[in-house]
């Protein structure tokens, strides 16, 4: 099985940073890869699938890049609404799999 | 707009079987795009794909839940289900249905989620 591994667990952060979430995986999986928002209590919400391709009415400050086994989400300038945990998503042979998520907290 | 919406016990016993359904509306069971799928989340915990099931009733689960695990198909009523069976205290879980993209693989509509807890 391919396994994702997200870093950083946690990270705080100022609104107006930039922040960088990576997931890489343990053999490459070409560019089959989402990013996922959720917020406590809430469904998740996909900001970026096939690694690099915005979700329609996910703000542009949302990116993502990478392919292989490196996968970059990077919001641009991080706004109040972006606090919440992400998650990393991988598609192979017919099996899903998350990252174990990335917390944005306020620092 | 595809909805989803989970409906089941919210309360199971050890060993018992865990039962589900999720009703579709905006879109059919039987689209050739789109995979049916079950996620959970143990509370304050990530997110677990369980197993999808496709139009035609073919099916592919978690291999760490795979011989517990059973997803169905009803084209009649437009929903699919999941049983999980001899469940313990670690399946209690916030448990979501979604739609998986065809074309692009990942999970694009979701119901709102269903806590499920197993105690005794």
């Known amino acids: 099985d391919i396994q994702m591994t997200q870093s950083p667990s946690t990270l705080s952060a100022s609104v107006g940073d930039r922040v960088t979430i990576t997931c890489r995986a343990s053999?490459?999986?070409?560019?089959?890869l989402a990013w996922y928002q959720q917020k406590p209590g809430k469904v998740p919400k996909v900001l970026i699938f096939r690694a690099s391709v915005l979700e329609s009415g996910v703000p542009s400050r949302f990116s993502g890049s990478g392919s292989g086994t490196e996968f970059t989400l990077t919001i641009s300038s991080l706004q109040p609404d972006d606090f919440g945990t992400y998650y990393c998503?991988?598609?192979?042979?017919?099996?899903?799999?998350f990252g174990q998520g990335t917390k944005v907290e306020v620092k | 707009q595809v909805q989803l919406r989970e409906s089941g016990p919210g309360l199971v016993k050890p060993s018992e079987t865990l039962s589900l359904t999720c009703k579709v509306s905006g879109d059919s069971v039987t689209s050739r795009t789109s995979y049916w799928s079950w996620i959970r989340q143990p509370p304050g915990k990530g997110l677990e794909w369980i197993g999808y099931i496709y139009y035609s009733g073919s099916t592919n689960y978690s291999p760490s839940l795979k011989s517990r695990v059973t997803i169905l198909l009803d084209t009649s009523e437009n929903q699919f289900s999941l049983k999980l069976n001899s469940v313990t205290t670690a399946d209690s879980a916030v448990y979501y249905c979604a739609r998986g993209d065809g074309t692009f693989r990942f999970f694009d509509d979701w119901g709102q989620g269903t806590l499920v807890t197993v105690s005794s």
């Open positions: 053999q490459s999986i070409d560019t089959w």
């Open positions: 998503q991988h598609y192979n042979l017919y099996s899903w799999t």
